[in-house]
């Protein structure tokens, strides 16, 4: 039995990881039909989805805010509807791209066969639909299997390719995105990068025009889910690169993937123009890319989210890079600078820690070309006894610390969008914690009693501060007019964004038919991305002042430089009077 599994441990390896993702997604399947999920999709995900509801139920993809919110009520327990944005005129378009979709809708037109047939509701989340989305999401992974497997034949012995595969799927954060965010991009956007990875390593073998169509064809489409993805056209500007004996040869091959991304985004193109008036729409999101102040250090080590904490078996790249540039220079340039590249643009993301996740689940596209790299540090780590063995010690140690905090996240201890130092020790290693506790995590921004709650000096992880932020006196809103009050830094006045405000407010309205509004914003020179708007009731006599006390908490604060500016809107016939305007800022200071 042993030798049998021996001479076939990569096909047993293989067969055991498919087990394990198809017994998962049986069990989601099996709680669709016992009607205990019911949510096909909420979210982002529910962004890339909407396009199928919509053009199936009402045939155009005119959205409207209000049939969206009715379907996430009736099976998402009321999630908010938050992916339109409504244009200059009048329409509402999907912030979100629609190449998924393209993906989706097989899966979406059987469940729509299997809802007329058996006479469910025709809405895209009844059961057939379901369970169509959840076996299209499974197909995928399995995909993804299929090519990551054939491209590491091309360079590993059954052994290495055993390992690497069990490395991928169970000691990195794919298990956790794939399982508990199949509705997202990345299981996807893995099988897609396979795809087009293994097309151009067999192009370059084979010379074949099949593979490179493929291959172009596999990176339009991929540059249609996401379109910041083009970057992956790197890769065959280099893999390609001696290829040919002539540049003309080369640069007309080239030319088969911009053509390809045309073909695949050219909906999005005509969608953007016909409704929102506009060939192209860069960005409709709140974020947004700032490649001048990426966060490299938070997106790669810290403990919200950090890729090399939660996926620590990656720091194997650094030997394996300098192993593949020893033995294959031409792919070493084009994956190295295709890693590169995609770090520096996911880091950049305002929203680097890119929600609910763990770790940073935007790598976990490029993981079929980063096991060529792994697989290559394994080779050379193994050449010797002594190396054999750390390596192996060190994989083990990566294994078991992955698996179980990919339970940890499963269960609820490993937060999804809060961990901090303190609470990533606090749960290490545990599994059973009956006496567990949250007021160790990242503050919850929707809480403004968490100072009463938090105990940081007696759990002995931080303190909590009280200052003074800012100040203003006398100041006049003219009748009709937009009064700036304060426009200040937050740092280094404040020493994190962990913080609550409170403004104190005493006024003098002259006009109580039209009240004058206080407007809380967090800006940058790049966007302004959180505000409070406070309405300023009055109803004294003429000449008596108002007070009023608001609390907010500060949003994640996005740059070094960021400001808060406030402001009067005031709409009245008469001046109002600021006579005082007072914020003092709690700030729970961690160690």
């Known amino acids: 039995m042993f030798d049998f ?35 096909v999709c909420s979210y982002d995900g529910y962004g890339y989805y909407m396009y199928l509801t919509q053009l199936f139920q009402y045939r155009n993809l005119n959205f409207k805010q209000k049939e969206l919110q009715a379907v996430q009520d009736k099976y998402c327990n009321g999630n908010y509807a938050y992916q339109l944005k409504e244009m200059d005129n009048g329409n509402s378009l999907d912030i979100y791209h629609m190449g998924q979709a393209y993906l989706e809708l097989p899966a979406y037109a059987i469940g729509h066969v299997f809802a007329k047939t058996l006479g469910y509701s025709k809405d895209g989340f009844s059961k057939p639909y379901h369970i169509a989305f959840i076996l299209n999401a499974l197909l995928f992974i399995l995909l993804g299997i299929y090519f990551l497997n054939k491209i590491l ?26 399982v508990h965010g199949y509705h997202l991009q990345h299981i996807y956007l893995f099988a897609l990068v396979a795809l087009l990875f293994y097309s151009l390593l067999k192009f370059k073998e084979l010379k074949k025009n099949k593979h490179l169509i ?57 969608y953007w123009k016909l409704l929102g008036g506009s060939w192209f729409i860069l960005n409709m999101h709140v974020e947004e890319v700032v490649i001048v102040d990426p966060h490299l250090f938070d997106f790669l080590f810290s403990y919200k989210k950090g890729w090399l904490l939660y996926s620590p078996v990656f720091l194997l790249l650094i030997p394996g890079f300098i192993h593949l540039y020893k033995q294959r220079k031409a ?56 190396g054999t063995f750390a ?36 749960i290490f290693g545990k599994l059973s914690m009956p006496d567990y506790q949250v007021n160790r995590l990242e503050i919850d921004r929707s809480n403004l009693i968490w100072p009463e709650k938090i105990k940081a000096e007696q759990l002995n992880f931080g303190k909590i501060e009280q200052q003074s932020f800012c100040e203003v006196k006398n100041m006049r809103a003219l009748a009709g007019t937009s ?51 406070y309405t300023l009731p009055t109803q004294k006599k003429f000449g008596e002042t108002d007070t009023m006390i608001v609390q907010f908490n500060l949003p994640r604060i996005n740059h070094q430089k960021d400001q808060i500016q406030i402001y009067i809107e005031n709409p009245g016939k008469k001046e109002l009077i600021i006579h005082s305007l007072k914020i003092k800022a709690l700030s729970l200071i961690r160690k």
């Open 5 to 39: 599994l021996r001479r076939n441990i990569r096909r047993t390896t293989i067969l055991i990881i498919i087990g394990a993702f198809t017994l998962t997604f049986s069990g989601k399947i099996n709680k669709v039909v016992k009607e205990e999920a019911t949510c």
């Open 153 to 178: 034949k091309l360079f590993f012995s059954d052994q290495i390719t055993s390992l690497l595969l069990l490395i991928i799927y169970f000691g990195t954060n794919f298990w956790v995105t794939a």
């Open 214 to 270: 493929i291959a172009a064809l596999a990176l339009g489409l991929i540059s249609s889910i996401r379109p910041t993805h083009v970057l992956l056209g790197i890769l065959p500007l280099l893999m390609l690169r001696n290829v040919y004996a002539g540049k003309l040869a080369y640069w007309k091959s080239i030319l088969l993937f911009p053509l390809a991304g045309l073909l695949f985004n050219l909906p999005q193109l005509i």
């Open 331 to 386: 792919l070493f340039w084009a994956v190295l600078a295709s890693t590169l590249l995609a770090i520096w643009i996911f880091a950049s993301w305002e929203c680097w820690w890119y929600a609910a996740s763990f770790g940073s689940r935007a790598m976990v596209d490029l993981y079929p070309l980063l096991v060529l790299p792994l697989g290559f540090a394994l080779v050379y780590l193994g050449k010797s006894r002594i």
């Open 391 to 426: 390596m192996m010690i060190f994989v083990f140690l990566t294994l078991v610390l992955s698996i179980l905090q990919s339970e940890q996240f499963s269960i609820g201890y490993l937060h999804p969008d809060r961990m901090t130092k303190a609470h990533y020790w606090y």
């Open 483 to 533: 009064t700036l009050l304060v426009k200040q830094p937050y740092f280094p006045r404040l020493k994190t964004d962990e913080t609550l405000f409170e403004a104190q407010i005493i006024y003098q309205n002259q006009d109580s038919l039209f009240p004058a509004t206080i407007k809380f914003e967090a800006f940058s020179k790049f966007n302004t991305y959180d505000w409070k708007f």
